[in-house]
């Protein structure tokens, strides 16, 4: 274990970690003393001091602990987490944000163990005026869902199916080869009919990015495309707590520590709010963009997008069943609707149907009562039922829930501060829980790499998917 004292003022400086251009490589820490496990909870030592139980923390913990390092995770509040939270509530259960996992997304491949995971069978339903579309429904359903049918509304369908399915089979590097520009101006350069690209694209991927203006850059955009027309979307089953929950479950006993919050963090110390000093090898801050840049100065922090996230109780099921309800007519505020425990019963108590809406943008920030007001007539035509009758279970809003990725598109931020500081979460590669994953995965190999412990197998990099070659079109 380190036994020189703590020297908060050779944090680094402000300047000293810029983004880009790449701070030149700094040594590692010498001499690096044998790996010290952390003490009982409570004691002051440790191999790595990871701040931050979201699932970023936890995640890079499970990682640093499976090399065998002595690990401490500091958390401010007093529940793991992070945003990934879920309240219960009355027999429900209410996720703070909107998370709805690609089911075959690569990271969930390499959690310790399978998230249980709810596919969203209807697939999304674009609910326009006077015609409703589905998209990525499991098995695939021809019905309009209560549309008119027309000859102008089966040939939508059908551009949509056999397009979707070509992006399915594209293979990942084509997509990151195209020019980059804004995802909206993109959708404008290429070849789809201005009625599918306004009525049906466009609001996927505000839902997909959680972007209405669609500033997000394009290969980000027709990643998430791709993904979506292979897998469709899920519910985490039980809330999107499980996840975190999932994570710390792997961890030592007496490993997180909650209500300790960090206040300033060297290479070899991390000081704490009230709790003391701990001394470390190795900090790995992973607490969200904004106060990671208040504990590293010189972190470049992302511009966020907004969400809201509503819950209504409806006393009996829904017609739109187990389907994600993008409203492509913007009627008012809400961008999509589920009746998230027709796909995940857990969430609900018998009898009874939790409906969680999502609004996005500008209006994410309007008061609730305003945004519940104005939802009531919205949800009602979108999943056919009387609406006004709903109780209010809960608003949720987040001015900073998801970082916005503009063009250019750099899904993989740098992780390795300098030897023995490391930072992770979704500011630092591909927003959204796969990201936050990945970045958790890259940080702790760096760590180990610096410390000379091997990297655990599950924590290098995935091998690339064969198929997606094989497929490539
Ligand atoms: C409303 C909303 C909607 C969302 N929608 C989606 C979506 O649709 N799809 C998607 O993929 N993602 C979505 N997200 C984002 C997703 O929830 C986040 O990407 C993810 O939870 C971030 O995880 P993290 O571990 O990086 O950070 P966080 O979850 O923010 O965890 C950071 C942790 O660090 C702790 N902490 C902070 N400072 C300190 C300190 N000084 N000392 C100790 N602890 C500290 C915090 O208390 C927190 O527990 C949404 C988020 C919200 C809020």
Known sequence: MATETPDFSSRPQRGCIPEIPE????????EIPAPARPAADGGTTADVVVIGAGTAGLA????????????????????????????????????????????DGPELALLPRPLPLARLDGGVLLHGTGRVQRVGARPRRTDGQGGRSSLTAAFDQAWL??????????????????????????????????????????????????????SASCRLSDLRLRAFARAGLSLPRGGAAALPELLAGELPSGTVRTGVRAVSVAANAVQTEGHGTIRCRSVLVATGADRAAGLLDGL????????????????????TGPALVVDTARRGPVAHSLAASAADPSRAPRGRTLVTSVVLG??????????????????????????REWELLAVRHDARAV???????????????????????????????GGELSSARRAAAALCADLGVPVPSGTADPAPDP?????AV
């Open 362 to 387: 500008r209006e994410a920030g309007e008061p609730p009562h305003l945004l519940d007001r104005a939802a009531r007539a919205q949800l009602a035509a979108l999943h056919d039922a009387p609406a």
């Open 23 to 30: 701070i030149p490589e700094i040594p590692a820490i010498p």
């Open 161 to 214: 199916r056999v397009n979707l399915g070509r992006m399915a089979q594209t293979a990942e590097s084509r997509l990151l080869a195209r020019p980059e520009l804004p995802a909206r101006a993109a959708l404008a350069t290429r070849s789809v009919p201005a009625r599918i690209a306004e009525g049906a694209l466009r609001p996927l991927l505000t839902v997909l990015l959680a972007d209405p203006a669609l």
């Open 300 to 319: 470049r922090v992302p511009e966020h997008h907004p969400v809201t996230v509503l819950h209504h109780a409806a006393p009996q099921g829904l017609p």
């Open 60 to 103: 890079a913990a499970r990682h640093l602990t499976g090399a065998g390092l002595g690990v401490i995770v500091l958390e401010a509040t007093g529940r793991i987490g992070g945003r990934m939270a879920t309240d219960h509530v009355d027999g429900f259960r209410l996720d703070r944000g909107s998370w709805l996992p690609v089911p």
């Open 467 to 471: 198929s997606l070659t094989a497929r």
């Open 403 to 433: 970082p916005a990725t503009p063009p250019p598109y750099a899904a993989e931020r740098r992780v390795r501060l300098l030897a023995g500081v490391y930072v992770c979460g979704d500011h630092r590669d591909a927003p959204g829980i």
